[in-house]
C-alpha cells in the first residue's frame, strides 16, 4: 500500500519535473524496485551490480560532475565480465532534460558522447532492480543522484551497499586491522584490497575500480557468511547507505 | 556503450602458455566470456570423478593443491598456482575430473567456458597441442599416483616445483644411441628382413646414395604390405615403404619431436644434420625418456673398463636426476640414487686405479684398507657432484713397514683423486682427500685424530668433526671402519663434555628469520638480497642432529636415517621429526632444483637464493621449514646448554 502510493508519488514527481508522463521504460522499472527487494534473499544467490564512478572532483557543491560510470555483474558470487557496463560522460552536458525534450537536442551536440540522460537510462536498465554496491558509496549516490534528479525529478531506487561499511563491520567483528586510520578515498580501498591480496586492476577507471570492489565483495560474501550474516536484510542492516530525498 | 578497458586481463591472459600462441584478436575477445570466481582456502573446487567440468579454471591469485583418492588417503598430485590452470582434462575427455581441486590458499579463478575452450582448441594448432601434451602427461602423473610411487599427502615429502620437463631439456641428438641401420631404395625386401634380423632392430631407414633419408620400413611393414598382399621377397624396398619421414635437426629439443610425431602420427623421426641422416628416434625412446633408469647408468658404469669410459657417464646421470626432480621424487630419493651411482663410479675408479698399479708392477694392496667416504658423500646426501671428502684408513703395518705401505695407498689415492677430478668431481678445497698424506692413516693414527678432536675440542677439530664423523666405507675391508665407530662412540661416552662444544658449534647458523616472519637476506655484496640455502637450512639441520646422534652412538650417518634413529630413542617427538624430515626434504629439493637451473644457464652452481624469485608457495613453505630448524635449534640449546 505504501509502496504503491510511493510509486504513484514518483509518477506525479516525474511528470512535473519534466512535464511529460510516458516514461520510459528504465525508469518504470524503477517503480518496481522497492517491490523487488526481498531481505530474506540469501546474499550468496542474490545478484549484485558493483559499480563505481569517477568524478571531475570532490565537490558537487562546487560544480564537479560525473566523468565516468563502470559496473560488473555478480550472481551467485561469480563476477560475470561479459556482462559489464562502461560509460564515458561529458560533464558539460549536465542540463535539465526538460529543455532537451522540448528541443529534442543536447546542447553539446558536437560530442561524440551521448548526454548524462541517456546514460542513466542505460545504467537503470543495467542495474534493473538488483541490489547496487560501491566502495564508499555515498559518495558515488551524491553525483549519480544529482544528476538523476535533474534529468528526472527523483534519486535512484535500489538498495544501496557500501563495501568500506562492510570492512568496518568486518574489522569490528575479526578485530582484524582492514583500514588504515585518518587515510582518504583511495588509500582506504588500496589498504583493504591489499589486505585481501586483491591485485590492483586499472585503478581509476571506473570499470577497473568497479572490478577490484567487486572482487572485494566477493571475499567479503564469504567472511560474512562465517560470522552469520547470510540475508540480504542483514547486508542491508550493516552495511546499507540510505538515500536521501526522494 | 563505451569499449570495456579490458586490457589488464587480456595481459594477463597473454602472460599465459598457451593463451600467448593466441593471435591478439581472439584474445581481446576473451575477457567478455570470462567469468570471476573465488574460493575460500580449503574448500573443494573440484571434485574426484564428480559432473565434467563446465569452465577452464584458470588461477589469477592464490593457489589450489590436486589429490586423487585412493584407498581413503588423498595423494598429492601437484600445486598449481598463479597462471596457472586446471580442469582441462576433464574438459577434453567430458569425463569428471580424476581427482580433487582445492584451494590451497584464498583463490581467485577465471573462469572460461567450454564452448570458448572447445572454439579455441578446435582454431588454434598451438593451443590445441600444448593441452595435448600436458593431458598425457597428467595422465602419467595419475598413472604413478595411483600406483602408489608418490607417497600418500601428510607422509609426502612437499614437492612444490612445476615439472621442467625433459622435453625441454634434452636434445633430439641427445636420444640417439647408435648409427642407424639404413638401406637403398632398390635393395629387395628380403635383403633388408635379413638385415633387421642381424642387426636386431624393429625398423630401417630407407636413404639415398648421399645418406639422405627417403623413408622407413618397419617390422609389421614387412607382414602388413608384402605377406599380407602375397608380394615376394623380390620386391623392392622402395614400394612398401613408409614415405615420406619426417626429419629433426640434432640441436631440436625433444618436445619438437613429440611434436611432430603428435602432429603427423609417425612412430619414427629420422635425425638429420643437413640432409644426411645421423640417427633415429622412435616413439619408444621418447617413452622410454620419461622413466628414469638409474640401473641402467649403473651397469653403464661396471661395463667401463677406463676411467674415459666412465666420464662419458656423468652426463647421463645429470639427466638422470633432473627427471627424478620433475617426476615428483623426494629429495631423500635423489639423493639415495645419487648416491648409489656415485658409489658405483668411486668404486669403479678405485677398482681400475688397483688394476694399474698392478699392472705398473707396484702390486696389490700390501695390507687390508678402507676407503671412507666422508661429509655429504658419508651422509648419503650428495645431490649433485660436490667437492670430494673422502680419506683411507688401513690395518696397523708390523712395526717399520709403513713408509713403504703408506706410500702405496698415497699413491693409489693420488690416481683415484685425479680420476674424480676427471669425472667432474672437483678437488677439495681444504685438502681433505685421501690424496692428502695426512688422511691416508693406519687405524692407530685415526684413533689418535678422533681421541684428540674429542678431548681439545678447538674450532678446527669441531670443524673436522662435522666432515670426518660422518664417514661411512665405500670399499675394501669395512671392518676397518666399523672398528673406528666403535672406538669413536666409546670415546664419546667417557667425554660427554664434547657434546656441548659440538652443540654450541651446530648452533652457530641459524634460520635467516627476521621479525614477523620476514626472510633476512644478505644486505651488500655480491649476493645481496639473497639468502644461502645450505648455510641457514642444511647445515642446521645436518649439524642438529648429529649431535643428539653421537649422544646416542648412533651410528647411522644419513640425516634422515639418524633423525628416525632419534626418534625411536625419544629424543625428539614424532610430530617434530616429521616435520625437520619434511623442512630438510624441502630446502634440499629447492637446493636441487636451483643448481640444476645454474648449470643449465652455465653459471657456477652456487647455494645462494633469491627468495623473492621463489613463486608465493615456494616461499611460504621456505618460511615454514626455516620455522622448524629454529624450534630443532631451541631443543638442542635445552638439551646440551652452551659450553663457555
Known sequence: MLNFLKTNNLRKVYARHTGRDDMPEALRKQLEVKEAYQPETLISNNPFVIFDTETTGLHLEEGDRLLSLGAVKMTGGRIHLGDAFYELIDPKGSISTSSIFIHGITPDIASARPHISDILLKFLAYIECDVIIAHHASFDMKFLNHAMRSCFGFSIQNRVIDTALVAAWIQRMEEVELIAPESCHDTRFDAIAAHFGITANDRHTAFGDALSAALLFQRFINILNKNGVKTLGQLVRIAGVSIQGG | MVEIPYNKIIEFLRGIVPFNELPQEVLSGLPQKISIDYFPRESLILEQD?????????????????TVRKDDVDILLEYKAENDFFGSASLINRTGPAFNVRAYEDTVCYLLPKETFDELMQNHAGFHEHFAIRLSKLAYRLKKARTGIFAPRGVSDTVVFRSDDYLFNVTAGDLVKQKPITCLPYQEASFVAKLMAREGVGSVVVVDARNCPLGIVTKSDMTNRILATGKTGSEPIRTIMSAPVFSVAPEELCFNVLFKMARFNCHHICVVEGKSLSGIISQHDLIMLQGS????????????????????????????????????????????????????????????????LREEGIGPPPVSYCWLALGSEGRKEQTLRTDQDNAIIYSDPEPGSDQDIHKYFLRLAQGVVSSLKICGFPLCKGGIMASNPQWCRPETVWRHYFSSWINEASPEDLRNCTIFFDFRPLTGDAVLAQKLRTFLNHNIEKNRAFLRHLSTNALYNGPPLGFLRALVVEKTGDYKNELNLKMSGLVPVVDAIRVLSLSEQINATSTLNRLEAITRKKLLSKDMAEDIKEAFNFIMLLKINHHIMQKEKEIEPSDYINPKALSKLQRKSLIEAFHVIRDLQGELRVRFPESI
Open chain 2, 50 to 66: 564428480g559432473s565434467p567440468c563446465d569452465y577452464l579454471y584458470i588461477i589469477q591469485t592464490g593457489a589450489v593443491e590436486k
Open chain 2, 293 to 356: 633408469n638409474p640401473l641402467a647408468v649403473i651397469n653403464d658404469i661396471e661395463k667401463q673398463t677406463t676411467v674415459q669410459g666412465v666420464a662419458l657417464l656423468v652426463n647421463a646421470m645429470d639427466r638422470m636426476v633432473k627427471r627424478l626432480l620433475s617426476s615428483g621424487a623426494s629429495s631423500k630419493e635423489i639423493a639415495a640414487v645419487v648416491s648409489e651411482c656415485n658409489d658405483h663410479l668411486t668404486r669403479k675408479i678405485i677398482a681400475l686405479t688397483e688394476e694399474a
